[in-house]
């Protein structure tokens, strides 16, 4: 149970560190297989720690510990989603799951995908990224890039106070979208479509 607690961390194994300013005291942290050595190395526990437990090398000893089997249709980021899908969390920010190998980063935009289905908020978050879906409209802090890609085959974006601003047609195969520069008070409304919103500040 997350006693009311309405943010869930996922904390993976992949490159990158946990972005200490994003939890709260009162949030829900998931080690995620070898990501409990992250929390572990910030002196961070873990309210879950699940997994297989193949790169971890050994099974925790936290409250909570869902071990699961090396055999299986799901990586562990889902299945800890789907663990939890039944609780009261409106969003959950994935740490330490961008880089490293591109399978695993597709696999957990994919992720943002399935959050986004069960009506919650999702965001990848590293150092220098923020990966999320715009629901409806989002508003980004200037300076950096902002990059919006279509997951639909077609999306209608209206963006104000960025580089390039207006309304445009996103294709899945197709770049437009691409490293824009958000001003201040950068909005992108989404009208139609999926779009996945990537800021990056190198």
């Known amino acids: 149970m997350n006693n009311g607690r309405k943010k869930c961390h996922l904390v993976l194994a992949g490159e990158g560190e946990i972005v200490k300013e994003l939890i709260g005291s009162n949030d829900y942290i998931i ?11 910030i002196r961070l526990t873990p309210s879950m ?6 790169s ?3 099974v925790p000893s936290c409250g909570n510990v869902v071990k699961l089997k090396a055999e299986k249709d799901l990586t562990d980021s889902f299945a800890a989603v789907l663990e939890t899908e039944s609780d009261n969390f409106t969003e959950y920010i994935i740490h330490c799951g961008l880089g490293g190998r591109l ?12 959050i986004y289905d069960l009506g919650k908020d999702g965001l990848i978050a590293s150092e220098s990224e923020r990966v999320h879906i715009i629901r409806s ?6 300076g950096g890039y902002l990059s919006l890609i279509a997951l639909t085959e ?19 195969d197709a770049s437009l979208g691409v490293s824009n520069e958000p001003l201040k008070g ?14 990056e500040r190198m």
Request: glycine share 10%.
């Open 154 to 172: 077609e999306a209608v974006v209206s963006i104000k106070n960025c580089k390039y601003s207006g309304e445009f047609i996103l294709k899945r």
């Open 31 to 41: 080690a995620v297989d070898g990501g409990y050595n992250k929390c572990v190395s």
């Open 49 to 54: 720690a699940i997994g297989d437990f193949d």
């Open 186 to 199: 950068a909005l992108v409304t989404v009208k139609s479509g999926k779009v996945l919103a990537i800021e």
């Open 56 to 58: 971890l090398g050994f």
């Open 137 to 142: 409209s989002a508003s980004f802090s200037e």
């Open 103 to 114: 399978s695993h980063t597709l696999a957990n935009i994919g992720l943002l995908e399935k």
